[in-house]
């Protein structure tokens, strides 16, 4: 009987330069589609919306935007949506939701509602037909491969990249 001295977490963190180079070659148009879709109706602020690992992409996308758009950038605070019923208003706004399964109920809640109110939303997962993936006008498809270890790295990865497509 073999023994396994390689966990799942040292495989993934190891894919992680070939994932990465997978999606800035297979995704630049589907992210540069999106740029021109806000380009062509800029946003007065950006709402990011992610739990977990995603959540700390959503800190660095939140530091890019506020940086390189001198735009207010705010984390979204799910709860209001979904336990309170008081959602911000968010039109004239980019709400992006990062989650690597996309099936977060309270992060898919909170692109529903932006989209209800005419903000422009941007999913970026890890799986394309995933109900955030639905509820978004705009997928990035983050292609990562499926994440077996507890910390989703290489989807972490991709999304810190992706954070700032412009």
Do not use: W
Not at 106 to 115: G, M
């Amino acid at each position: 009987m073999a023994i396994r001295t390689e966990s799942h977490l040292q495989e993934e963190i190891q894919q992680q330069p070939e994932v990465l180079k997978r999606l800035l070659e297979s995704r630049r148009v589907a992210v540069e589609r999106v740029a021109d879709a806000i380009q062509k109706h800029p946003p007065d602020f950006v709402m990011f919306a992610a739990r977990g690992s995603s959540d700390n992409a959503a800190r660095y996308g939140q530091y890019l935007f506020g940086a390189a758009n001198r735009l207010p950038v705010a984390l979204a605070t799910p709860s209001l949506f979904t336990l309170y019923g008081q959602p911000p208003r968010l039109e004239h706004s980019l709400v992006v939701g990062i989650s690597q399964s996309g099936q977060s109920p309270d992060i898919v809640a909170v692109l529903k509602e932006a989209r209800l109110q005419g903000a422009q939303t941007v999913a970026i997962t890890n799986d394309r037909e995933s109900s955030l993936a639905e509820v978004a006008e705009h997928t990035i498809d983050l292609a990562a491969g499926a994440e077996k270890s507890v910390a989703a790295t290489k989807t972490y990865t991709c999304a810190t990249r992706k954070a700032h497509p412009f």
